[in-house]
Nanobody, 127 residues
Framework: HVQLVESGGGSVQAGGSLRLSCSYS????????MGWFRQAPGREREGVAV???????GYAHSVKGRFTVSRDNAKNILYLQMNNLKTEDTAMYYC??????????????????????WGQGTQVTVS
C-alpha cells in the first residue's frame, strides 16, 4: 500500500516563499521518479517539477529558476521549495510517484499520465 501525504501549503503574498513536503511510505523505492503537480480551478493538472533516483530534475518553464525540487531517500520525504511566488502559482499541489523513469516522457513534468501514485494535495494561495 503506497501512501503520499503533502504538507506545507498555505497563503502567502506575492514574492514570498513556501516549502512543501511530501512524506511517502509503502512500496516506493529509491528508484521511483517523484514529482509535484498542480491544478488550479478550471484547469488541467500540470507538471511542476520532478526528480529521479539520481537527483536529476526537470521543471515546468513557468517555475524554472523559482522552484527547487529535492528528495531525502533516507527519510522518505520529497520537497518543493517555492520562491518568488506569483498569483498564478495559486493551485492545489499534489505529490506523485511513478516506478522508474521509463515511458515516452521518462521522468519529466510532461509524464503526468504515467504517475500512478498520488497524494491528496495541499492548497497554495498567493495574493
Amino acid at each position: 500500500h503506497v501512501q503520499l501525504v503533502e504538507s506545507g501549503g498555505g497563503s502567502v503574498q506575492a514574492g514570498g516563499s513556501l516549502r512543501l513536503s511530501c512524506s511517502y511510505s509503502g512500496d516506493i523505492y529509491y528508484t521511483a521518479c517523484m514529482g509535484w503537480f498542480r491544478q488550479a480551478p478550471g484547469r488541467e493538472r500540470e507538471g511542476v517539477a520532478v526528480i529521479d533516483k539520481d537527483g536529476d530534475t526537470g521543471y515546468a518553464h513557468s517555475v524554472k529558476g523559482r522552484f527547487t525540487v529535492s528528495r531525502d531517500n533516507a527519510k522518505n520525504i520529497l520537497y518543493l521549495q517555492m520562491n518568488n511566488l506569483k498569483t498564478e502559482d495559486t493551485a492545489m499541489y499534489y505529490c506523485a510517484a511513478k516506478e522508474g523513469s521509463g515511458g515516452y516522457w521518462g521522468c519529466s513534468p510532461e509524464a503526468r499520465d504515467d504517475f500512478g501514485y498520488w497524494g491528496q494535495g495541499t492548497q497554495v494561495t498567493v495574493s
